[in-house]
């Protein structure tokens, strides 16, 4: 098992930045890709971003240039940054883990952009 815990969301306004932290514990050994999705208020959950063990980001279309994930594979731990947030951006963010075939999900954190 391998519980992940999210931090740093909030309420912002327009053109702000946020930063999302996330920790891992449990058995953390073998985790390859982390990332972060999000779900907004009546919308499916879509991926924003991962990264591999090695480093390689993907981010989706709608993030990218302004989102900029990063992890510390000593710690665990993964972070993502956002930049000139706008009001679609507002979602649920939710860390994940994928540990031997096997996706990992954290408890969410809010993000909402004022406008």
């Known amino acids: 098992q391998v519980q992940l815990v999210e931090s740093g969301g909030g309420l912002v306004q327009a053109g702000e930045s946020l930063r999302l932290s996330c920790a891992t514990s449990?058995?953390?050994?073998?985790?390859?890709?982390m990332g972060w999705y999000r779900q907004a208020p009546g919308k499916l959950r879509e991926l924003v971003a991962t990264?591999?063990?090695?480093?390689?980001?993907n981010y989706a279309d709608s993030v990218k240039g302004r989102f900029t994930i990063s992890r510390d594979n000593a710690k665990n731990t993964v972070w993502l940054k956002m930049n000139s947030l706008n009001p679609a951006d507002t979602a649920v963010y939710y860390c994940t883990a994928n540990r031997l075939g096997i996706t990992y999900w954290g408890q969410g954190t809010q993000v909402t952009v004022s406008s």
């Open positions: 449990g058995d953390i050994f073998y985790i390859n890709v």
């Open positions: 990264i591999t063990r090695g480093g390689t980001a």
